[in-house]
C-alpha cells in the first residue's frame, strides 16, 4: 500500500533514562512475545493503529491481541482517547510527557498531523503507519513476562509516540477503515442483546483465502449469503434453510442485516464487512471479500 513517506530525524529523549541511541526495528508479534526485552527501548514498528472509545491500540493481525500494546503520543499533544480511568480530553499539555523517568518530545510535522486527522475519524477508525517510540512493557512484565499496567484499566503495555514516520491514506471506498462493528440496541423495557459471535481476526484471514481458492469465490461479491451462511452455521440450521434477511444499515465497506424467524421472540443481526487491514494479507489488495465482523442476539423476556 502506498505510504506518505519524509525523512526521519530522530530527536532523542531528555531525562535520566535516556541516551543517544538508534531506533530498535521490530515488529509487534516480536514486542508481544516478550515485552520485557523492549522495556525503556525507541524502537520503530509498522502496524495498525486502533482508535475509539476506551481504545487506542497497536495490533497486527499476524498475531494474538493480548497482551495489548496502548498508544499515546510524546511531546505536547494527547490524543484526548477517553477511557476508564483516565479521561484525557484535552488534547494539548502544559509540558511534555515523562514516563519512568524518560521525557519523549514528538515530531509535530505533517506525517504526525495526517495520522491524527485518520485515527481521530468518529466514531471510530484504523489507520497503517509506521511509528517510532519508546516502549514501556509495563509493571507485570518485570515479574511474569506480560505487560499490563497503561491505557484502559491498566490493560496494557504502553508505545509513547515520538515520531510518525509514516502513514498509508484512507482513499478507497470499498473497504472499512472502523474497528467496531455496529450492535443493535435494545429499546424496550425488559430486551436485551448480546454477542453470539465475534469475526477473530485469524478467522477473516482464513475466509479470505477460502475465497481466493475458489470454494467461496462468492464472497466476494454476495455480502448477504456471507451473513446468511454464518447464521446458519451459528444456529445449526440445516444447510439448505432459507433465511430471509433485511439490510438494516450500509456504510462504505460495511453492511449490518437482520432477520426474526417466524413465531420466535429472538432476532439476529449479522455484521459484514471488507475490513481495511484484510487488505495486506489479500492476494490481490483490490480484491477483498466479505467477512463477518459480528453477529448479535437480540431477546425480551
Not at 499533544?77 to 499539555?93: F, H
Amino acid at each position: 500500500m502506498a505510504g506518505f513517506w519524509v525523512t526521519v530525524v530522530w530527536i532523542l529523549a531528555a531525562g535520566p533514562a535516556a541516551c543517544a541511541q538508534e531506533p530498535q526495528q521490530a515488529t509487534v508479534c516480536q514486542i508481544k512475545s516478550n515485552p520485557a526485552a523492549y522495556d525503556h527501548k525507541l524502537v520503530r514498528v509498522t502496524a495498525f493503529a486502533s482508535h475509539g472509545f476506551e481504545n487506542f491500540t497497536l495490533f497486527d493481525p499476524a498475531c494474538q491481541s493480548w497482551p495489548e500494546i496502548w498508544l499515546e503520543y510524546g511531546g505536547l499533544a494527547s490524543s484526548g482517547t477517553v477511557y476508564c480511568c483516565d479521561e484525557l480530553k484535552n488534547r494539548k499539555r502544559s509540558k511534555p510527557i515523562e514516563i519512568e523517568g524518560i521525557t519523549v518530545p514528538l515530531t509535530d510535522d505533517k506525517a504526525f498531523h495526517d495520522f491524527d486527522r485518520l485515527i481521530q475519524r468518529p466514531p471510530d477508525s484504523i489507520a497503517h503507519a509506521t511509528l517510532a517510540g519508546w516502549f514501556f512493557a509495563g509493571s507485570k512484565a518485570k515479574t511474569s513476562g506480560a505487560g499490563a499496567s497503561y491505557g484502559h484499566m491498566g490493560c496494557c503495555s504502553l508505545l509513547l509516540i515520538q515520531q510518525v514516520v509514516a502513514v498509508d491514506p484512507q482513499t478507497r471506498t470499498d473497504v472499512d477503515y472502523r474497528t467496531m462493528p455496529d450492535q443493535p440496541t435494545a429499546n424496550k423495557g425488559g430486551c436485551g442483546v448480546k454477542i453470539v459471535l465475534d469475526g477473530t481476526t485469524g478467522s477473516k484471514v482464513e475466509a479470505q483465502r477460502q475465497a481466493e481458492a475458489g470454494p467461496r469465490a462468492w464472497s466476494f461479491d454476495d455480502p448477504l449469503r456471507v451473513a446468511s451462511d454464518a447464521l446458519i452455521q451459528l444456529l445449526k440450521l440445516d444447510p439448505g434453510t432459507a433465511i430471509s434477511m433485511t439490510q438494516a444499515r450500509k456504510s462504505p465497506g460495511r453492511i449490518s442485516y437482520e432477520w426474526k424467524p417466524a413465531g420466535k421472540k429472538d432476532s439476529y443481526t449479522v455484521v459484514v464487512n471488507r475490513p481495511y487491514w484484510l487488505t495486506f494479507h489479500a492476494k490481490d489488495p483490490l480484491k477483498v471479500a466479505w467477512v463477518v465482523m459480528a453477529a448479535y442476539e437480540s431477546s425480551c423476556d
